[in-house]
């Protein structure tokens, strides 16, 4: 039963703490220091990477990589307090509103560059993970004891549906969407720009994801020591194959009941401290470093202001009709049209449509009036 299952996981994540807990005074904590400041310049690097992703897309808009860099830690240390990566959400908010002209399709685009390095180096570590001999192989995935994880996997005819029903709905969305389309894929493209500049792309993105991937893999090897694990090349690599099929089923906060389970089969039942120090080592620095972001770069008070706003933002964004192709948008409402410069902008038909039944509405009162 799902909820059994729940509730197994919640007790072995309780039982895990309370190891923690007790076996605290065992952690080293200048290992720990180290970790966390690594891990820390691996999120900077990252930021800096998707900072040139967006200055790319717009070359002729003034962007602070600042504001860059809070949007993403911010975002990162969001995802490890709310289920599903809500903390993309934020921050596609937080980068819209500092790329001035911007558009949301053009930069949630740019969030897939990012993508290309994680898949090349997810494939090569996973391919590593899985020939040690340690690393559950995939139908092994449903007696782990990660509800998420092992739902999906003792449900096979499940999984198949909602991948199925995951594709029907995108035809479905795209089908319905179909007057916007040509303008959504042009903002899109525009995300992707620096992809089409391969040597440009692999010295702005590619090498700076890799410096961050050095420096993420010292801050595994250094909570590997901390927590008395022992840290080595292999042992680095594994923990990196967890985190990357974690990534896979985000539907718990950070992967956590998933890195739990994977941490303890490949390392042993002693791991169990470690998977839970680890799990909430990073979230209280990420998460502290993000609220640090919000309320010094984007003066917000908390995070729950952030996603008030970006609420508010979006109501404003469905009042627009129509886009311009560098991200200025054409108001248009039932008594006057904000434009951009011609040429510069399109309307799609349903709205112009919905304008002109108001304006005619609107004679016709006044006639009534009149009369």
Not at 182 to 194: C, E, M, N, P, Y
Not at 223 to 241: D, Y
């Amino acid at each position: 039963m799902p909820i059994a299952s729940i509730s197994e996981d919640v007790s072995k994540f309780v039982d895990a703490v309370e190891e923690f807990v007790g076996n605290l005074a065992d952690v080293q904590f200048q290992w720990l220091a180290l970790g966390l400041a690594a891990f820390g310049i691996y999120l900077s690097f990252r930021a800096r990477a998707f900072f040139h992703v967006l200055r790319a897309a717009y070359p002729a808009e003034r962007i602070e990589f600042r504001r860059i860099w809070g949007a993403y830690v911010a975002a990162y240390g969001f995802n490890n307090v709310v289920p599903a990566r809500g903390g993309d959400v934020m921050k596609l908010f937080l980068t819209k509103t500092s790329v001035p002209r911007s558009s949301y399709p053009a930069v949630g685009a740019a969030f897939f560059v990012e993508g290309v390095f994680d898949l090349t180096m997810g494939i090569f570590i996973l391919t590593f993970a899985f020939s040690q001999g340690v690393f559950p192989k995939p139908p092994d995935f449903a007696a782990l004891g990660a509800f998420d994880l092992s739902f999906f996997a003792s449900h096979p005819r499940f999984t198949l549906f909602f991948l199925t029903a995951l594709g029907v709905l995108s035809l479905v969305l795209f089908a319905v969407l179909s007057r916007r389309v040509q303008a959504f894929w042009a903002r899109v493209q525009q995300g992707l720009t620096i992809l089409y500049d391969r040597p440009r792309y692999l010295r702005e993105v590619f090498a700076f994801q890799f410096y961050g991937w050095c420096f993420r893999f010292t801050a595994f090897w250094c909570l590997l020591e901390a927590f008395n694990i022992g840290g080595s090349v292999k042992n680095v690599l594994l923990v990196l194959g967890v985190n990357a099929v974690a990534a896979i089923v985000p539907f718990t906060p950070g992967g956590a009941g998933v890195q739990q389970a994977f941490l303890v089969k490949v390392f042993g039942a002693g791991a169990a401290a470690y998977s839970v120090g680890q799990q909430i080592a990073i979230a209280a620095f990420s998460i502290g470093l993000g609220f640090l972001a919000i309320v010094t770069i984007f003066r917000f008070r908390s995070f729950r202001e952030v996603i008030d706003a970006g609420k508010a933002a979006r109501g404003r964004e469905d009042a627009e009709v129509g886009f311009a192709p560098e991200g200025e948008t054409v108001v248009a409402t039932a008594g006057a049209r904000a434009a951009a410069p011609p040429g510069e902008s399109w309307l799609d038909e349903e709205a112009a449509t919905a304008r002109d039944r108001a304006e005619r509405r609107a004679r016709r009162a006044s006639r009534r009036a009149k009369r």
